[in-house]
């Protein structure tokens, strides 16, 4: 594995490889890889979302760290042209820093797109910096930034002709419930704090970590999130969680955003 930076503390980071246990395909142009590994007592789970464009480069969207057989996976796929960090991961463990700069590392010409300047990697250079409506990589694909947030934020939308659009998400919107990639310990912490309540939540971490003291911030917040559930999806995944939801997604999320901003009108 290349040299990697070191954190804030001053200390190297321990990287958190990632093992491959399924790839699924959605259509010939985007592949799903359904990744655990061990951190601490917990096993959990990390979905790797990977886009092909039609010139057969790739989009990896909030990249892992992977052992050498899922990496071997990754590439016969196709040669890795872009890699997407949506935002900050709030949930057990957040590489960004590891994982972000060893894909720039590996592939030199590889570049990072990125909502902004992230606490966990503010030094990671953003050659493409998310914007709402831009044209990414993969023709298919429309971003949402979502505004007010303490850490940006970014939301992909991939358009379907066939099986319907899919909302791809990191860490703000989750579909934790009946996950089965996760040991009981996890389970058990993910249950409690308030993940396995519905089909797709937003966690309070994650609302605690993105609020700001300014009057009116979780209007704004909450305002911004709706704007995505405008357009149509019929399918939701997140880069935290378990497999593709595909029953009433976007109503799961509609449900998502008023049960965390039940307060705010």
Same mark, same amino acid.
């Given at each position: 594995m290349t040299s990697l930076p070191k954190n804030s503390s001053g200390k190297?980071?321990?990287?958190?490889?990632?093992?491959?246990?399924?790839?699924?395909? +959605?259509? =010939?142009?985007?592949? +799903?890889?359904? #990744?655990?590994?061990?951190? =601490?007592?917990?096993?959990?789970?990390?979905?790797?979302? +990977?886009?092909?464009?039609? $010139? !057969?480069?790739l989009t990896v969207i909030n990249p892992i760290l992977l052992t050498e057989s899922g990496e071997k996976s990754l590439l016969k796929l196709g040669k890795i042209q872009n890699i997407v960090r949506l935002g900050t991961s709030v949930n057990?463990? $957040? !590489?960004? +820093?590891? =994982?972000?700069?060893?894909?720039?590392?590996?592939?030199?010409?590889? /570049?990072?797109?990125?909502?902004?300047?992230?606490?966990?990697?503010?030094?990671?250079?953003? &050659?493409?910096?998310?914007? &709402? !409506?831009?044209?990414?990589? &993969?023709?298919? #694909?429309?971003?949402?930034?979502? /505004?007010?947030?303490a850490q940006p934020e970014a939301v992909l939308l991939l358009q379907r002709e066939t099986g319907g659009n899919m909302l791809i998400t990191g860490d703000c919107l989750q579909h934790q419930m009946d996950n089965s990639f996760v040991n009981t310990p996890a389970y058990v912490h993910l249950k409690v704090s308030g993940y396995m309540k519905n089909r797709v939540v937003i966690s309070k971490k994650w609302l605690e970590a993105m609020q700001t003291p300014e009057e009116d911030n979780a209007k704004a917040i909450r305002s911004s999130m709706e704007v995505m559930t405008k357009t149509k999806f019929h399918r939701f995944i997140s880069t935290s969680g378990n497999v593709m939801l595909k029953v009433e997604a976007r109503q799961g999320v509609v449900d998502a955003i008023e049960k965390a901003f039940v307060a705010v009108a």
């Open positions: 190297d980071p321990k990287p958190l490889q990632y093992a491959t246990k399924a790839i699924k395909s +959605v259509g =010939e142009d985007c592949f +799903v890889f359904h #990744c655990v590994a061990r951190f =601490e007592t917990y096993k959990i789970n990390r979905n790797m979302i +990977v886009l092909k464009s039609p $010139d !057969g480069n057990f463990y $957040d !590489g960004a +820093v590891v =994982e972000d700069a060893y894909y720039l590392s590996k592939f030199p010409k590889c /570049q990072r797109w990125a909502p902004g300047k992230l606490a966990s990697c503010p030094s990671l250079p953003i &050659h493409q910096k998310l914007q &709402h !409506g831009m044209t990414m990589p &993969h023709p298919d #694909c429309r971003c949402f930034v979502i /505004q007010s947030t």
